[in-house]
C-alpha cells in the first residue's frame, strides 16, 4: 500500500513531535530540518530509522545527508515506497 | 588558606517509599515499606527464583517531558527528577556555570537501553538499533545530562564502586570543593536495574531475599531469620555548597559534609573482609576529616543490607572503631524500608541521615523479629530521639570490588 505525500508528512510530523517535542504545527514542507526545527544529526537518524519502519522504505545513509528539508524527506520516501 | 566549611542546602530524592524526598522521608518515620510483588509478565515467563523488588513509587517518564524522558534511560531519568528536586529545594542558586560540578553516580548503568538494545538487534537487525543507544546506557549518562541541565562546567562526574558508589561521590564532591574546583556541586546517586537479568543475577549468588510470599517485611537488617536483600530502584540528589556561598545568598542550611573516607578491602571481589578492617578504616578517616572522635557521633545510618554475612561483618568493623558503646548508639537500617539502590542507595541514606539530624531523631529499622546476637546494633522499630545537643553521623556504604566510602555530617 502507498501513502500519499499528505500521509507521509503528517507520519513524519509524528515522529519529529515524538523524537522531539516540536509541535506538529510546525512540520511543514518548507522547513530545513537543521535550521529550522533545530534536529541535531542523532535526532535525525532516530527519525531516519523510525521513518524506514513506519513507511516501509530504506532510506540509505548516504542519502540522509541529501534531505535538507521535510520536503525532500517527504519526496524521498513517496518516490522510493515499495 | 582555610578550609571551606561544606553546607547542604538542597536534597532530591525518588525512592521506593516517595516520589520526593520529604515524601520518603515522612514514609520511613512512618514504617513504610516500598516492596512490592513484581506484576511483570516476565517474572513468570522466565520463573525467576525471586517475583518482588522495592520499585520506585513514581515512574520518572511520568515526570520528565516525552522528548526529554525517552532520550534518557531510566537511571538517568531518576536523577533528573531527584536532581531538578534539590535543585529547585536550595532555591536554583545562582553560580557560574565554571564554579558548578556534577558528581553523580551508577552501579550498573544503562542497564535497560543495553538489553533493549540487545532484544531489537536480535528481533530487527542493526538498523533499527537506535543512534542514542551508547549516549543512553554509558555509565556517565546522568552526570553527563546533569552537566547539560544545570549548566555545570566546573566537572561533571561518575563514580562506579557499585553499592558505596554514591557514598563515594559526595565524599568526591566534598575533596573537590574543598580543594577549590567548585562553590557548588550536585551530588547524588541513581539505579534502575530491576530487570530479569539483574534479578537472576543476584538470585545465582544467593544474595536476594526469597520471601516472595511476604515482599514488605522481606528485607529486615539485623533479624537473625533475615536472608538477603530486596532490590529497588530510585535516586537521590544533594545540593553541596561552600557555606560562604550559601551564607551570600541566603540560602537554607539542613547540614555539613564533615568528612569522608574511602579505602578497598583487597580480600574477595564480592565479600567483605570478616573483621571489616577496610570498612574501618573509613570510619576512622572519615571523622578524622571532620576533626572528630568516636565519642562525637550520635547517629549511624549503616549499610546493613539484611544478608546473612554483610551485616555482622558491619558490626565488626563499628565494633572496632567505636568500642562497647556502638551498641547504644542510634542506628538505623533503612534499607528495611527502601530495599537496596545499589548506586543510588548511598544518596538516598546521605538525605535520611541529614534529615535525621535535621529533626533530632533516628528513622526506624522495620521488619526487626528476633534480633541476631551478632548484630547487637542499637536498632529500634521506632523513632528514637537523638537530643537537642548537636549532632554528629556517619552513613557507610560498602561495595562488591571491596569498596568501602563512609561520609560525615554535622547538624547545622
Not at chain 2, 23 to 49: C, K, N, T
Not at chain 2, 159 to 174: D, P, R
Not at chain 2, 183 to 212: C, K, W, Y
Request: a negative charge; aromatic letters at 6%; one cysteine or more.
Amino acid at each position: 500500500m502507498a501513502f500519499s505525500n499528505d500521509e507521509v508528512l503528517a507520519g513524519l510530523a509524528e515522529l519529529i513531535t515524538d523524537e522531539t517535542g516540536i509541535s506538529a504545527d510546525e512540520v511543514a514542507l518548507e522547513k530545513s530540518f537543521t535550521d529550522d526545527l533545530d534536529i541535531d544529526s542523532i535526532s535525525m537518524m532516530t527519525i531516519v530509522v523510525n521513518a524506514e519502519e513506519k513507511f516501509g522504505v530504506t532510506i540509505p545513509d548516504d542519502e540522509v545527508k541529501n534531505l535538507k528539508t521535510v520536503g525532500d524527506a517527504v519526496t524521498f520516501i513517496t518516490s522510493n515506497q515499495a | 588558606m582555610s578550609t571551606p566549611r561544606i553546607a547542604i542546602t538542597g536534597i532530591g530524592a525518588s525512592s521506593p517509599i516517595g516520589g520526593t524526598a520529604s515524601e520518603s522521608w515522612s514514609a520511613l518515620l512512618a514504617g513504610e515499606s516500598g516492596a512490592r510483588s513484581l506484576e511483570y509478565d516476565w517474572v513468570e515467563q522466565y520463573q525467576l527464583p525471586v517475583t518482588f523488588a522495592a520499585e520506585a513509587k513514581v515512574r520518572p517518564d511520568t515526570v520528565l517531558e516525552r522528548p526529554v524522558a525517552k532520550r534518557l534511560d531510566p537511571a538517568s531519568q531518576f536523577a533528573l527528577v531527584a536532581a531538578m528536586e534539590a535543585w529547585a529545594d536550595a532555591g536554583s542558586p545562582d553560580v557560574e556555570p565554571e564554579r558548578l560540578g556534577v558528581d553523580f553516580a551508577t552501579g550498573i548503568g544503562g542497564v535497560w537501553t543495553l538489553l533493549d538494545a540487545w532484544d531489537t538487534l536480535r528481533e530487527k537487525g542493526p538498523r533499527r538499533v537506535m543512534p542514542m543507544t551508547v549516549p543512553m546506557l554509558m555509565p556517565n549518562a546522568a552526570a553527563g545530562n546533569l552537566s547539560l541541565h544545570f549548566g555545570a562546567r566546573a566537572y561533571a562526574r561518575t563514580v562506579a564502586s557499585a553499592c558505596a558508589s554514591s557514598t563515594e561521590s559526595i565524599v568526591n564532591a566534598l575533596e573537590h570543593i574543598r580543594a577549590g574546583y567548585a562553590d557548588v556541586v550536585i551530588a547524588g546517586g541513581t539505579e534502575s536495574a530491576i530487570h530479569p537479568i539483574t534479578l537472576a543475577a543476584f538470585s545465582s549468588m544467593q544474595a536476594l531475599s526469597r520471601r516472595n510470599d511476604s515482599p514488605e517485611t522481606a528485607s529486615r537488617p539485623g533479624s537473625i531469620d533475615r536472608d538477603g536483600f530486596v532490590m529497588a530502584e530510585g535516586a537521590a540528589a544533594l545540593i553541596l555548597e561552600t557555606e560562604d556561598h550559601a551564607r551570600a545568598r541566603g540560602a537554607k542550611i539542613y547540614g555539613y559534609v564533615v568528612g569522608g573516607g574511602v579505602t578497598a578491602d583487597s580480600h574477595h571481589i564480592t565479600a567483605n573482609d570478616p573483621e571489616g578492617r577496610g570498612a574501618a578504616r573509613a570510619v576512622q578517616q572519615a571523622l578524622e576529616m571532620a576533626d572528630a572522635s568516636p565519642e562525637d557521633v550520635t547517629h549511624i545510618n549503616a549499610h546493613a543490607t539484611s544478608t546473612p554475612v554483610g551485616d555482622p561483618n558491619e558490626y565488626q568493623a563499628l565494633l572496632s572503631v567505636f568500642g562497647p558503646r556502638v551498641d547504644d548508639i542510634p542506628l538505623s537500617a533503612t534499607k528495611a524500608s527502601t530495599g537496596h539502590l545499589l548506586g543510588g542507595t548511598g544518596a538516598l541514606e546521605g538525605i535520611f541521615t541529614v534529615l535525621a539530624l535535621r529533626d533530632r531523631v533516628a528513622p526506624p529499622t522495620i521488619n526487626l523479629t528476633e534480633r541476631d546476637p551478632e548484630v547487637p546494633f542499637a536498632f529500634s522499630g521506632t523513632p528514637v530521639d537523638l537530643g537537642a545537643g548537636d549532632q554528629l553521623a556517619i552513613s557507610n556504604s560498602f561495595g562488591f570490588g571491596g569498596h568501602n566510602a563512609v561520609v560525615a555530617f554535622a547538624s547545622a
